[in-house]
């Protein structure tokens, strides 16, 4: 879990005060309905307020029947936001003590009947039927030990759109031909600025032991393309807005379905015979 974690809040009263410290220490700064705030010394700032500035005005304003997913929800915050738009939202985390500030952070809002937390890890959504409108992955995929596998399962969840972000490394170069063939000896080319990559640590990052990856740019939109995902804008630092690209011939949904379906505990061997080689012909 994240040093980041806070245990000052502030709040009208000192009961009050007492009452919000209690479910801490607190990642998410919620400002709740009476003034009090839940991590006002966040070290990022007004976390995670000033990141959902970047993203609101890209979003629908009004989500009206609209289904919403929030991967790795926290305390809520991205869910609530969605919730206020109309939407109905689901928001999954692996943490209970996030979750249990989800759940009452909601009644305080008056918002427990538009949103739902549950303890989810992302690899279970595989078997979880159905699909959202709207999907929020942000802050999960370097925490993720498996991260294409991850995205790869979130991707098939996402019906409209899907709001994308993640620690990346410095930079934006891209190669342009990154997707063609080389032969086996020819491998000056991941050297180069560009091309996709993906930066493995092996301990801990600012102090936590679950960031387990830092892409470049280029890295983050060849994995979304990969994943059957189009990007169509960049609203702010290491975010992503995707429409689903059903015609995309993307491993997932082609040769590798069988490869997803067995690593998500599903029956595969029907998805692997559609895809393998033609028996020879009988002698004679």
């Known amino acids: 879990m994240t040093s980041l974690l806070q245990h000052s809040v502030s709040a009208p009263t000192p009961e009050r005060e007492r009452e919000i410290a209690a479910l801490g220490p607190w990642f998410h700064n919620l400002h709740l309905p009476d003034g009090a705030q839940t991590a006002p010394g966040h070290p990022l700032g007004d976390f995670p307020a000033f990141k959902w500035r970047e993203v609101a ?10 289904t919403a997913l929030d991967v790795g929800c926290n305390a809520g915050f991205y869910s609530f936001e969605l919730a206020r738009r109309g939407a109905r939202v689901t928001g999954i985390d692996v943490e209970p003590l996030f979750l249990r500030q989800a759940e ?8 427990a009947d538009r949103v739902a937390f549950e303890r989810l ?17 942000m802050g999960v995929l370097y925490h993720l030990r498996y991260p294409m ?8 969840k996402v019906r409209r759109l899907m709001v994308f972000q993640t ?23 991941f050297l180069e600025a560009g091309w996709p ?4 640590i092996e301990r801990e990052f600012a102090g936590d032991v679950t960031n387990w990856w830092a892409p470049n740019h280029a890295c983050v939109e060849a994995m979304l393309r990969s994943s059957g995902l189009r990007v169509t804008g960049r609203p702010g630092h290491e975010i992503y ?31 692997a015979d559609a895809y393998a080689a033609p028996a020879a012909p009988a002698a004679g």
């Open 149 to 156: 596998l991850g995205l790869d399962v979130v991707a098939e």
């Open 104 to 111: 009452w952070a909601a009644g305080q809002y008056g918002l």
């Open 197 to 200: 990559k993906m930066a493995f």
């Open 57 to 66: 005005g890209h979003l629908p304003g009004d989500l009206a029947g609209w």
């Open 167 to 189: 620690l990346t490394t410095p930079g934006e170069d891209v190669l342009e031909d990154a997707t063609r063939d080389r032969g086996v000896m020819e491998r000056e080319s």
């Open 241 to 271: 807005l995707c429409e689903p690209d059903p015609a995309a011939p993307v491993w997932p949904r082609t040769r590798g379905r069988a490869e997803l379906l067995s690593a998500t505990g599903r029956p595969w061997t029907e998805a």
């Open 121 to 137: 890890q992302v690899y279970d959504l595989a078997r979880r039927a159905g699909q959202y409108d709207l999907v929020l992955f």
